[in-house]
Nanobody, 128 residues
């Protein structure tokens, strides 16, 4: 089982930035599709951003232009740069990895069953 550990969460004011990082324990998973998902209180978990094995990316409409996903295969890390944060970005953010190679696509963003491994989640709180 691949272990994924998120870091970088916290509390910020609206308009500020945060960078989330996810460290993977098993190098084989760094070649698969990876992504960030979030769950706000009282809501279902949703896809935020995914990156395919070829580097292709897909973002949720609500974060497009503000968030950037990136992956470093040499370091087995996945990052999410979050700029211009809004109160509605408040949620627990999860890192996820698939053992298979997929393009970063809307399908990969919306199909959570593709992902074999999940991190424990990290809180991001944005105050308005």
């Amino acid at each position: 089982q691949v272990q994924l550990v998120e870091s970088g969460g916290g509390s910020v004011q609206a308009g500020e930035s945060l960078r989330l990082s996810c460290a993977a324990s098993k190098s084989s998973y760094s070649s698969g599709c990876m992504g960030w998902f979030r769950q706000a209180p009282g809501k279902e978990r949703e896809g935020v951003a995914v990156i395919g094995n070829d580097g292709s990316t897909e973002y949720a409409v609500s974060v497009k232009g503000r968030f950037t996903i990136s992956k470093d295969n040499a370091k087995n890390t996945l990052d999410l740069q979050m700029n211009s944060l809004k109160a509605e970005d408040t949620a627990i953010y999860y890192c996820a990895a698939s053992s298979r190679e997929y393009y970063g696509s809307r399908w990969a963003l919306e199909t959570q069953r593709l992902y074999d491994s999940w991190g424990q989640g990290i809180q991001v709180t944005v105050s308005s």
